[in-house]
Every structure is written in C-alpha cells, then in structure tokens.
C-alpha cells in the first residue's frame, strides 16, 4: 500500500516561490514513476511534472516549463517540487501520484494512488 502525504502549500503573490513536498510511506518507492497534477476549481486535474523512479528522466507540463522544477529523494522517499515565477493561473489544488515504474505518462487515470492534495494560491 502507498500512502503519499503533499506539504509546502500557501499563499504566495505572483512571481513568488514555493517548494511542494510528498512524502511516501512504501518499502519500494524507487519503483515509481511520481507526479504532480494540479486542479483549479471548476477544471479537470491537469498533469503538471513526472519523474522517472531512478530522477534520470523528468517531463513537464508546457504551461510550467522553465518554472517548475520536479526531483526526488529516494533514500527520503520523498518528491518535490520547486515552483518558481509563479503566476495567478497556478492557483489550484496539487497533487502528488504514483505511477508505473517504466512509464511517465501525462493521464492522470495511470496513477493508481494519491496524495490528498495541498493548496496553493497565487495572487495576482
């Protein structure tokens, strides 16, 4: 079972920073692609950065390229994700999600689990 718990949400003005965390609680996280995805009100969750299980390989969303930067801690067990340049339409719910080893998919639906989300709000 993986239990994933995000942190380092706020409120923060545009052009600020903010650095998210998840935490995961399994033996085998090395085994995981992780991602981020995020959901403003009234929008579908959206994929926003993956990495591969080994950090070799990462993947982003192009509304945050240049941006944002995903990492991870495998000894931690531990993501992040360091959002700089923030702007008012980053402003949502994120996510943390684990997902096949051997993949980094996009489609939120091949990321069997997930964290329970933290807030982040950027104002303008």
């Known amino acids: 079972q993986v239990r994933l718990v995000e942190s380092g949400g706020g409120l923060v003005q545009a052009g600020g920073s903010l650095r998210l965390s998840c935490a995961a609680s399994v033996r085998t996280f090395s085994s995981y692609t992780m991602g981020w995805f995020r959901q403003a009100p009234g929008k579908e969750r959206e994929f926003v950065a993956a990495?591969?299980?080994?950090?070799?390989?990462?993947d982003y969303a192009d509304s945050v390229k240049g941006r944002f930067t995903i990492s991870r801690d495998n000894a931690k067990k531990t993501v992040y994700l360091q959002m700089n340049s923030l702007k008012p339409e980053d402003t949502g719910v994120y996510y943390c999600?684990?997902?096949?080893?051997?993949?980094?998919?996009?489609?939120?639906?091949?990321?069997?689990?997930w964290g329970q989300g933290t807030q982040v709000t950027v104002s303008s």
């Open positions: 990495i591969s299980w080994t950090g070799g390989s990462t």
């Open positions: 999600a684990a997902g096949p080893q051997f993949r980094m998919p996009t489609d939120r639906r091949e990321y069997g689990r």
